[in-house]
């Protein structure tokens, strides 16, 4: 079983920058895949980015493409989502997961953070 809970959401102008974290417990962070998705309201939840088990490997979809980061510390069960040039369209809550590295699926999701963006 693997704990996450994520921080760092709030209110910010169009144009501006966040750093969310998600800290993890229970099991070795390092063994696990880690992601961040979100979730407008209405809307169903989206994938935004990807880190694989050492950091090596990173992807994102295309609309955050360029604007955010996403990174991990494995000596602080931490992964981190830096987020800048934010557009009021990046409104959602925020969620980090992390899978099994044998299953492509999310298994264990934490509670989300919610983050606005004002125009």
């Known amino acids: 079983q693997v704990q996450l809970v994520e921080s760092g959401g709030g209110l910010v102008q169009t144009g501006g920058s966040l750093r969310l974290s998600c800290a993890a417990s229970?099991?070795?962070?390092?063994?696990?895949?880690m992601g961040w998705f979100r979730q407008a309201p209405g809307k169903k939840r989206d994938f935004v980015a990807a880190?694989?088990?050492?950091?090596?490997?990173?992807n994102y979809s295309g609309s955050v493409e360029g604007r955010f980061t996403i990174s991990r510390d494995n000596a602080k069960n931490t992964v981190y989502l830096e987020m800048t040039s934010l557009k009021p369209e990046d409104t959602a809550v925020y969620y980090c997961?992390?899978?099994?590295?044998?299953?492509?699926?999310?298994?264990?999701w934490g509670q989300g953070t919610q983050v606005t963006v004002s125009s």
């Open positions: 997961a992390a899978r099994n590295f044998f299953s492509p699926n999310y298994k264990y």
């Open positions: 880190i694989s088990q050492s950091g090596g490997r990173t």
């Open positions: 229970g099991r070795t962070f390092s063994n696990y895949p």
